[in-house]
């Protein structure tokens, strides 16, 4: 006669419990802003909506030995420059699919580490972010550029080394803010 009593008075104090423990244990709020050099995790899946540009599919090295045009970018998670041109990334990804690579590396290992030669990230870093390099199919730059570097002038460097033009409407594409969160891509008339 106890046992169907049991089960309602165990929810009842898991209920209790549960309210408690949310009573006690207020939630802190999230924030995550693009504006601020605060660290918010990945930037690419926050700020780009497109988690899967880093890590690269390919190191530099093996994508100069196949003859690869690529784009190497360096960023800090935790620069708001870097989280503001994160989209730039996930719209060159979208104009220039699997026809280039694109190479996004974190800055942080870089730093005070001597020149580990041509076929490593490190030798073309000049020191700051952001910084886009692009490299034709005989493995050398045709464009280094630092600070927030305009998308069209990547895409012209890109069409110069592949031949190729950008896959889909490549007319200037501008960032607006949906939410504190997150960014979409929407074309200019």
């Given at each position: 006669?106890i046992?169907?009593?049991?089960?309602?008075?165990?929810?009842?104090?898991?209920?209790?419990?549960?309210?408690?423990?949310?009573?006690?244990?207020?939630?802190?709020?999230?924030?995550?802003?693009?504006?601020?050099?605060s660290?918010?995790?990945?930037?690419?899946?926050?700020?780009?909506?497109?988690?899967?540009?880093?890590?690269p599919?390919?190191?530099?090295?093996?994508?100069?030995?196949?003859?690869?045009?690529?784009?190497?970018?360096?960023?800090?998670?935790?620069?708001?420059?870097s989280?503001?041109?994160?989209?730039?990334?996930?719209?060159?990804?979208?104009?220039?699919?699997?026809?280039?690579?694109?190479?996004?590396v974190t800055?942080?290992?870089?730093?005070?580490?001597?020149?580990?030669?041509?076929?490593?990230?490190?030798?073309?870093?000049?020191?700051v972010?952001?910084?886009?390099?692009?490299?034709?199919?005989?493995?050398?730059?045709?464009?280094?550029?630092?600070?927030?570097?305009?998308?069209?002038?990547?895409?012209?460097?890109?069409?110069?080394?592949?031949?190729?033009?950008?896959?889909?409407?490549?007319?200037?594409s501008v960032?607006?803010?949906?939410?504190?969160?997150?960014?979409?891509?929407?074309?200019?008339?």
């Open positions: 006669m046992r169907p009593l049991a089960r309602p008075l165990l929810r009842g104090l898991g209920l209790a419990l549960a309210l408690l423990l949310c009573w006690a244990l207020p939630a802190q709020p999230a924030w995550a802003a693009r504006d601020t050099n660290y918010d995790g990945n930037i690419y899946a926050l700020y780009a909506g497109n988690g899967s540009l880093v890590p599919r390919s190191s530099l090295a093996d994508s100069l030995a196949e003859h690869r045009p690529v784009v190497l970018a360096y960023f800090l998670d935790d620069a708001a420059v989280k503001q041109n994160a989209v730039v990334f996930n719209e060159l990804q979208r104009l220039w699919g699997r026809s280039v690579e694109l190479i996004l800055t942080d290992p870089l730093q005070g580490r001597p020149d580990p030669g041509p076929g490593a990230p490190g030798h073309y870093w000049k020191g972010i952001p910084q886009v390099v692009v490299f034709g199919t005989d493995g050398q730059p045709v464009l280094n550029a630092t600070g927030p570097v305009d998308i069209n002038a990547i895409n012209v460097a890109l069409t110069e080394v592949t031949g190729l033009k950008p896959q889909g409407d490549s007319k200037s960032s607006r803010e949906v939410n504190e969160l997150n960014s979409e891509i929407v074309f200019s008339n």
